[in-house]
């Protein structure tokens, strides 16, 4: 991943400042708010005080979204610029019990946390094998490392039915690109990106899985039964993601459940307002943003192709933004 630069001092910024703000879905933005103000959470000079007046604020009722933006957040850019990826939730091939196909556990989150220790190599060569943990089986390994780089999934079983999946846990280990891993061998560029990886963790099938644990993080995960098929995945703050909507912060710097302005170098996110509702391991500076697409195999081939730069303004409630000085 590009570094990002050094960080500067947050700056205000009038709505009039956001190319394209007039014409942004403010709607659909305003939606997917109202469903996280009551989980928001501070960070940085957001305190739980400013989610509180925002809700005494927010209209009950249907009214007019860009007004209520501009008239209860100011725009603060909190790094001078952003780098922007994207994720989705994909969907797999998979099976309650293993067979001839389905040979690939993935696995709930172990109650003895001296299990959390062990890393993705120690859990692939069978350290976690007859505790029981496996929760489904999945048919394609190299999906089920995706699996888990995204964070939650579909599950098709072999007579139609849809299992949902989500987050549970992790162990004790960082996430560690293997693209980079891959870069360091000497792929570059489209190569070493999401659909470079899989083409050569495919075409290398006996040394696909030494370079998966160069990752040595694991996530473990647990069945989300309440979704909708037309519902997204359970983020960070426990709501739904909505597409095109939603995204991911780092959230010791970024306020969860705050509005954000996207100007990323990126078809569909040259001026977008979303709302940061997801949290991820790679995710890390006030410059840093996830974009949730969606689901299935397209949303999946367009968020392999999003590493951009850009802008990232958060929309402060106005009491934060006077005591940051901006």
């Known amino acids: 991943m590009a570094a990002l630069p050094a960080a500067a001092a947050p700056r205000r910024l009038s709505f009039g400042e956001l190319p394209g703000w007039a014409e942004a879905d403010h709607e659909a933005a305003l939606r997917a708010f109202r469903v996280s103000l009551e989980k928001a959470r501070p960070a940085g000079a957001v305190r739980g005080e400013d989610w509180a007046e925002i809700a005494s604020a927010l209209p009950p009722g249907a009214g007019e979204a860009r007004s209520v933006f501009e008239a209860l957040f100011v725009p603060v850019a909190l790094a001078p610029d952003a780098l922007f990826t994207a994720y989705y939730e994909p969907e797999i091939a998979g099976a309650r019990a293993p067979d001839s196909r389905h040979r690939h556990p993935i696995r709930r989150k172990p109650s003895d946390r001296a299990l959390l220790s062990l890393t993705r190599g120690e859990i692939a060569a069978g350290r976690l094998d007859g505790r029981g943990l496996e929760l489904l089986w999945l048919a394609d390994p190299v999906e089920a490392f995706f699996l888990h780089i995204q964070g939650s999934g579909r599950i098709r079983l072999p007579d139609g039915g849809l299992v949902r999946v989500g987050f549970a846990g992790r162990n004790a280990h960082p996430y560690r ?8 061998r000497g792929l570059k560029g489209e190569a070493a ?3 470079g990886i899989r083409r050569w963790l495919r075409a290398n099938p006996a040394r696909a899985q030494a370079l998966m644990n160069e990752n040595p993080s694991y996530i473990f995960f647990e069945e989300r039964p309440g979704l909708a098929e037309d519902e997204g995945p ?18 010791s710097l970024q306020p969860l459940g705050a509005p954000l302005w996207v100007e990323a170098a990126a078809e569909g996110f040259a001026g977008r307002l979303m709302v940061a509702q997801d949290v991820g ?3 890390k500076g006030p410059g840093r943003a996830d974009l949730f697409i969606g689901a299935g195999p397209e949303a999946g081939r367009r968020a392999g192709r999003i590493k951009a730069p850009g802008r990232l303004v958060t929309l402060l409630p106005r009491g934060a933004a006077r005591r940051i000085g901006a």
């Open 193 to 195: 990106s999401a659909g």
């Open 177 to 184: 690109s293997i693209g980079q891993a891959l870069a360091r």
């Open 281 to 283: 391991a790679a995710i």
């Open 234 to 251: 359970v983020g960070a703050l426990g709501v739904p993601l909505t597409a095109m909507v939603s995204a991911a912060v780092d959230p």
